[in-house]
């Protein structure tokens, strides 16, 4: 009884917003009812019933697992299966993952729980979870075929570790990974200090995310397995901009946001107008000796990070992958760079044999932001976004994290459009600009070159170009 009620107050936070439509609890004896989620929203923070009180986290465009107590043990049931996530408003593609959504639900716990995780195996093929970064009896480990048989579809599994150090952590399977992690299957894991940590700041805002890409043909919905770099999906929790939540936080908030990378490339996280400290990796909290402030710090494969910082400065700051190709959707990479051809007889000539076809990037790629471009169904545009100036040109792993002063306490729904002081925004300038005055020499270098060209060379530059395999 008591365990029964333990478990549902700690589902009761977010029942509310979990209407009856998108939950579904399947009763199977002895286990945890499974608890599943089938929309994309960001849920509100998971407050703790039962068990170490701690600060939750809010997962961007995910939510957290409820669990039930049993005799101490803190049980969590995960539920392998395919799903359909809605990666855009309007793009919806067929995914793997765990309990409705990929990634899964975040699991949050406090350091020294014992946790009990049951394991159904709904998918089509074999499975098993590792546990990236706990330290754990080598047999809870999830290598299939290694620390453990792997789960047959239709099986339950059993893990059962302390969680013996705080810190950022992620699960994902260990058993055809190629497939499955290219499927979606993934999700966060943290595990928060059971008492004052020296290192461990309290924070009022702890965002957490997993980076992942995926690569779906323009209109079609299954990801396609076999590609290793040239992805066209980069996103945040099966979420791609403009479909990704803007983290809202009160001006003078201490805000934190962890990022783990389950994509095979490194992503440069860049944020506008504040210095963060990484404050730690999936090794556990940073050495206060090591910090320096940075604005963009490198999410290697397989890592994670902790970023904290001062939310001091008020405004829509946006927050990104500094990839550029990583913030923009569905991009054909063998496109040649188009910039400053006049193509008008081409496209006459064209037009005739392909009365659709369009010429791209005849002035950069930023009118494709703004065409109707007559693309398939279910194909997630280029790049998109419109902003309070217009188009935002960005797609991919892009966000804004939105500082406001006059946000009511407890409330972080979204603000809106930033409203700037008068003064402050970039204008144009209405007198005419000066000649530039230009060297006639040589031009710039350390000392003249012994052999000049017989002629002036003028090159375009041809980006993005073909052979794409660099990033
Ligand atoms: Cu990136």
Not at 300 to 327: N, P, Y
Request: net charge neutral.
């Amino acid at each position: 009884m008591t365990n029964r009620r333990n478990f549902l107050s700690g589902a009761g936070a977010i029942t509310g917003a979990l209407a009856a439509a998108s939950v579904s609890k399947v009763a199977m004896a002895a286990l945890p009812e499974p608890v599943l989620q089938t929309k994309p929203d960001t849920m509100p923070p998971l407050v703790p019933s039962g068990g170490r009180p701690y600060n939750p986290v809010v997962t961007l465009n995910g939510w957290t697992l409820p669990w039930r107590m049993n005799n101490g043990v803190k049980e969590f049931h995960l539920v392998a299966e395919p799903v359909v996530r809605e990666m855009a408003p309007g793009f919806k593609a067929n995914l793997w993952g765990y309990n409705g959504q990929s990634p899964g639900p975040t699991i949050e716990v406090v350091e020294g729980d014992r946790v009990r995780i049951f394991v159904t195996n709904k998918l089509p093929e074999h499975t098993s979870v590792h546990w990236h970064g706990q330290r754990l009896p080598n047999g809870m480990d999830g290598v299939s075929g290694l620390t453990q048989p792997p789960i047959r579809p239709g099986k339950t599994f059993v893990y059962e570790f302390v969680a013996r150090r705080p810190g950022t952590f992620m699960y994902h399977p260990h058993a055809d990974e190629m497939t499955q992690m290219a499927m979606g299957m993934m999700g966060f894991w943290v595990t928060h200090p059971k008492a004052e940590h020296p290192l461990i700041e309290k924070v009022d805002r702890d965002f957490v995310f997993l980076l992942n890409a995926y690569d779906v043909e323009p209109g079609s919905a299954t990801p396609k397995i076999m590609t290793m770099l040239d992805f066209n999906l980069w996103s945040w929790n099966s979420r791609i901009f403009p479909g990704i939540d803007s983290l809202n936080v009160r001006l003078g908030d201490k805000v934190r946001i962890r990022i783990g990378n389950l994509t095979m490339t490194n992503h440069p996280m860049h944020l506008h107008g504040h210095e963060f400290l990484v404050t730690g990796t999936d090794g556990g909290p940073t050495p206060k000796s090591t910090r320096h402030y940075e604005v963009t710090t490198d999410v290697a494969v397989g890592q994670m990070r902790q970023i904290e910082f001062l939310a001091d400065e008020e405004g829509d700051w946006a927050f990104h992958c500094h990839k550029s190709h990583h913030t923009m959707n569905a991009m054909g990479h063998d496109v040649p760079t188009l910039i400053g051809l006049d193509h008008k007889d081409v496209v006459k000539q064209i037009t005739n044999l392909v009365p659709d076809y369009m010429v791209m990037g005849e002035r950069g790629m930023a009118d494709m932001g703004e065409m109707e471009m007559p693309i398939p169904d279910n194909t997630a545009r280029m790049m998109t976004g419109e902003g309070p100036f217009g188009s935002v040109e960005m797609g991919g792993m892009f966000s804004v994290v939105k500082v406001r002063k006059n946000q009511k306490p407890g409330d972080y729904s979204n603000p809106g459009w930033f409203r700037h002081p008068k003064g402050t925004v970039a204008y144009e300038f209405d007198g005419s600009p000066p000649e530039t005055a230009r060297r006639r020499d040589a031009g710039a270098a350390a000392m003249p070159a012994q052999n000049m060209p017989a002629k002036n060379i003028e090159v375009q530059v041809r980006k993005p170009g073909s052979g794409h395999a660099g990033h």
